[in-house]
C-alpha cells in the first residue's frame, strides 16, 4: 500500500519527501491531520499507549483533551461535532475503557452525530484469549455505528481511517469505531500523504465508496413535481422541521421554503434550530410536551410535509391517527426511514438542503390566512403559573434568555429541564441546542458542553440540567476547571427525577417509587471543590445576580437552582394516546 505524510509536527526526516516508512501510531495520527481534525478527546491506558506516545510529538497540531471518563469523552466528541458541523474524534483504551465508550456512541448514533472513535485492542496473539482488557468492541457496537472495523494489518490502516471519516460524515451521519490490535500501532509501513479532497478517487478508498453509495441520492424530480403539485392543491399545509434539516445546515433554504409556501411550521426536538425560534410562522414543539398550536395543526391540516424526521414515538404518539385529515409526505435522506413509524401518501429520498432547493425553483408563492388564523389561536409556547416566594422554571428560564446573548450554545441533560429548556428557549441555528433527543442520555450535558466549548470557542455555552441528570456524569467539572472551560451549569433542583416523577403522579397513582434525591452532594460545595463558581438561587433576585456573576468570569460556574419538587412539564399527552388528548394543559 502506499499512503504517508509530510515530516511529524516535531521532527523531520530524509528521504523521499512523499513516502516514508511509519508506525502504525504514527499513521493515525498523520491520518487525522488529513482529515483536519483539530481536537481529539481522550482517556488512555495500556492498550492505546504507542498512539499517546506519538501524540506527544503531534501537540502543535492536534489538541487532546482529557477528560475524568471515557463517556464524557464520547459526549465531548459529539457536542464537538454537533456544535460545530465537524467530525469529532474520541480516543479509548481496550475493555473497560472502549465499553465505556458504548452509551455516548449510542446517543450519536439515535441522533445521527457524526463522530469516530479510536480503540486499541490487546495485541494479535492475546485476541480471543480472554486476556487482560481484552473485549470484542466492535462486536458490542456493531448495531449503534454505521460501520466498525478491527485492524490487523499496519498496511491497511490509513485507508480504513480515511473511510471512517467519509462514512461518519456522509449521507446520514452518524459515528464509526475503529479498533485496532496494538501490535499494528508499532509496526511499521509505507505511508503517502493524501489530501481529504481525493480521498474519493483515490484506488481502494474510491471503490469502497462507490460500493458505500457515500453520496445522498439524487431526488427523483417526478417526487418533486408531485409534491410541487399537493402543495399547490393545499388549503391547510402544515410542516414539521426535523433533525435532518440541522443535520445538513439547510436552516437557510427551509426558512425560505415554508414562507414560500406560507405555512405554519413545528420543531421536533432535534429539528430546534432548523428555523428561528422567533419566526412567525413557527408553531413551536410537537408530540408528546408540543404545543397546543402544533398539535392540533398536525390533527386539523390536510397536507402534512415531514422533513428530515422519523416520526418517533415522541411526535407520532399514535401513529394510526396522526395527521388523520391529511395526506402525509415524508422527506429524508435514509430510504429506511420511509414508512417505517408512519405510512405517508408521498416521498422524497435525498438530503433535505437539496430538495427544499428544488422545490423552491419550482414553487410559486402561497397564501393561507384563514389557515394561520386557525392555527395561531392556540397558544404556540407554555406559559407556567408563578408561586409566590418560589422560584419557577419560568422565571429562571425567562432570566437567562434576558441575559446570555441570543447566539448561547445551550446544552442540556434528559428530563423537565429538557423540555423546558426546549419549550421556552428561542434556537436560532444549526448547532445551538444540543441534546440527547433519540436515546434519552441522562449525563450527556456537561460533556456535550466542553466538546462545544473546545470548538466553538467565540460562543457562550450554557448547560441546562437537573439534579438527577448532574450526578450522573458532573466528575467532568475536572475537565472543565482543568482547560478552563467558562460553561455556565444552571441545575433545576427539584430534589427528584423530575419527570419519572411527574408520570408517577399523572399515570401511576403517586407511587413515588425511588425518585426522591434527597441525598449529597452540595453542588455549590462540589462546584468549589474542582475550583469552579458555585451558586444556590432560590429566588429571583438571587439567580439573576449568579447568572450575571458566572457571565462576568473567566471560569465554570455552578449555580443550584432550587424550585419546587412536584413543578410539571407542560402541556402532555400519554405515550400511545391521539396527539390533542392532553392529560394537562
Known sequence: MKTA??????????????????????????????????????????????????????????????????????????????????????????????????????????????????TCNVGQPLLGKDSFQEVDITGVTMPITKCNYQVHDVNHLADTVREAFAIARSGRPGPVLIDIVKNVTAETADYEPLDRADHAGYGKLHELMKRWDFKAPEPDMNDIDLLCQMIQASRKPFVICGGGVVRSRADHEFTSFVHRIDAPTAVTVMGAGGIR?????????????????????????DLLIAIGCRFSDRVALKPSTFARNAKIVQIDIDRAE????????????????????????????????????????????????????????????????ALCPQDTIVSTDVGQHQMWAIQHFHFDYPGQLLTSGGFGTMGFGLGAAIGAKTGRPDKCVLHVT????????????????????????????????????????????????QTTLDRAPDFVKLAEAYDLNGFRASSLEQFEAALRAALASDRGSVIDVVIDIDEMVRPMVGGGSHITDFMVN
Open 5 to 118: 505524510a509530510a515530516a511529524g509536527p516535531a521532527d523531520t526526516h530524509k528521504g523521499d519527501e512523499h513516502s516514508m516508512q511509519m508506525t502504525g501510531a504514527r499513521i493515525l495520527l498523520e491520518c487525522l491531520r488529513e482529515q483536519q481534525v483539530d481536537t481529539v478527546f481522550g482517556y488512555p491506558g495500556g492498550t492505546i499507549l504507542n498512539v499517546y506516545d506519538e501524540l506527544f510529538n503531534y501537540q502543535d497540531s492536534i489538541r487532546h483533551i482529557l477528560t475524568a471518563h471515557e463517556q464524557g469523552a464520547c459526549h465531548a466528541a459529539d457536542g464537538y461535532a454537533r456544535a460545530t458541523g465537524k467530525v469529532g474524534v474520541c480516543f479509548a483504551t481496550s475493555g473497560p475503557g472502549a465499553t465505556n465508550l458504548v452509551t455516548g456512541i449510542a446517543t450519536a448514533y439515535l441522533d445521527s452525530s457524526p463522530i469516530v472513535c479510536v
Open 338 to 401: 420511509i414508512n417505517k413509524n408512519v405510512m405517508t401518501d408521498h416521498h422524497i429520498v435525498g438530503d433535505a438542503r437539496r430538495v427544499l432547493e428544488l422545490l423552491l425553483e419550482r414553487l410559486p408563492e402561497q397564501h393561507h390566512e384563514d389557515w394561520k388564523e386557525e392555527v395561531f389561536a392556540f397558544p404556540t409556547e407554555t406559559h407556567y403559573d408563578e408561586h409566590p416566594g418560589s422560584l419557577t422554571p419560568g422565571q429562571v428560564l425567562s432570566a437567562i434568555a
Open 277 to 301: 425560534g422567533r419566526d412567525p410562522l413557527t408553531t413551536g414543539m410537537i408530540g408528546m410536551h408540543g404545543s397546543q398550536a402544533s398539535n392540533r395543526a398536525v390533527d386539523n391540516c
Open 466 to 513: 437537573g439534579d438527577g441528570g448532574f450526578r450522573m456524569n458532573c466528575n467532568e467539572l475536572a475537565t472543565e476547571s482543568y482547560y478552563r472551560l467558562p460553561i455556565i451549569t444552571v441545575i433545576f433542583n427539584n430534589g427528584c427525577l423530575g419527570m419519572v416523577r411527574q408520570w408517577q403522579h399523572l399515570i401511576y397513582n403517586e407511587h413515588y417509587s
